[in-house]
């Protein structure tokens, strides 16, 4: 006697994947010449869209969680009795005026953030007996190593404490892109001169050549 039978499963849709496939302007030969004309607009083509939200917006949702033991108003209280922050102007002693009042070279106007960044890593340091690892660098004349030919300049960017570069540029006089963790363009103005355009596409290039290089 025949036993009982599975019946046959119904034939199932081809699934159609949600990302369709294309073209990347970053793979191209062109964008890897180095020429930052060519990059700029190669990286804006492929993003095609970036969204711009509010500082608390990414301090919320994009900034991991501070150390347990770390205390903001102890930080600032060591920044104020150091005399590196005044509460009553409200201002770091290394900006006494705003920036887009100052009449020097931008990269002469934010050389201060070297010492703000110094001192609030050494005052969260002292809090949490944490070492620090990342470190704030400023060098807008001088574009990282890459392996590949590349001219980009940022502003500033933080470098990794413990470089994971190989080679020729594992020496710690030498700053690779793949030491980089995140890089900075510093403009004097505050992005509504009808140049905001122009400066996103700095800081899209910046950004993206620590995963390109």
Same mark, same amino acid.
């Given at each position: @006697?025949?036993?009982?039978?599975?019946?046959?499963? $119904?034939?199932?849709?081809?699934?159609?994947?949600?990302?369709?496939? &294309?073209? &990347?302007?970053?793979?191209?030969?062109?964008?890897?010449?180095?020429?930052?004309?060519?990059?700029?607009?190669?990286?804006?083509?492929?993003?095609?869209?970036?969204?711009?939200?509010?500082?608390?917006?990414?301090?919320?949702?994009?900034?991991?969680?501070?150390?347990?033991?770390?205390?903001?108003?102890?930080?600032?209280?060591?920044?104020?009795?150091? &005399?590196?922050?005044?509460? #009553?102007?409200?201002?770091?002693? $290394?900006?006494?005026?705003?920036?887009? #009042?100052?009449?020097?070279?931008?990269?002469?106007?934010?050389?201060?953030?070297?010492?703000?960044?110094?001192?609030?890593?050494?005052?969260?340091?002292?809090?949490?007996?944490? $070492?620090? #690892?990342?470190?704030?660098?400023?060098?807008?004349?001088?574009?990282?190593?890459?392996?590949?030919?590349?001219?980009?300049?940022?502003? $500033?960017?933080?470098?990794?404490?413990?470089?994971?570069?190989?080679? #020729?540029?594992?020496?710690?006089?030498?700053?690779?892109?793949?030491?980089?963790?995140?890089?900075?363009?510093?403009?004097?103005?505050?992005?509504?001169?009808?140049?905001?355009?122009?400066?996103?596409?700095?800081?899209?290039?910046?950004?993206? @050549?620590?995963?390109?290089?």
């Amino acid at each position: @006697m025949e036993g009982p039978r599975t019946p046959p499963s $119904a034939s199932r849709p081809s699934v159609v994947p949600d990302t369709v496939p &294309r073209g &990347r302007n970053t793979s191209t030969q062109s964008y890897r010449t180095g020429d930052l004309s060519l990059g700029k607009q190669a990286v804006l083509k492929d993003l095609d869209h970036v969204a711009v939200v509010p500082l608390d917006y990414f301090n919320t949702a994009v900034m991991p969680p501070l150390h347990p033991r770390m205390n903001i108003g102890e930080i600032e209280s060591r920044l104020t009795n150091s &005399r590196v922050l005044s509460m #009553k102007s409200g201002r770091w002693a $290394a900006f006494p005026r705003d920036p887009e #009042k100052e009449a020097s070279h931008e990269d002469t106007v934010f050389g201060g953030l070297c010492l703000v960044f110094d001192a609030i890593v050494q005052a969260a340091q002292g809090i949490t007996g944490t $070492a620090s #690892k990342l470190s704030f660098v400023q060098k807008p004349a001088t574009p990282p190593m890459s392996e590949r030919t590349n001219t980009s300049r940022p502003d $500033a960017y933080l470098l990794l404490v413990n470089k994971k570069s190989v080679g #020729k540029y594992a020496k710690r006089s030498v700053h690779c892109w793949d030491d980089i963790a995140v890089s900075f363009e510093f403009k004097k103005c505050d992005g509504r001169s009808g140049n905001e355009r122009i400066d996103v596409s700095h800081i899209l290039l910046s950004n993206l @050549m620590g995963l390109t290089s």
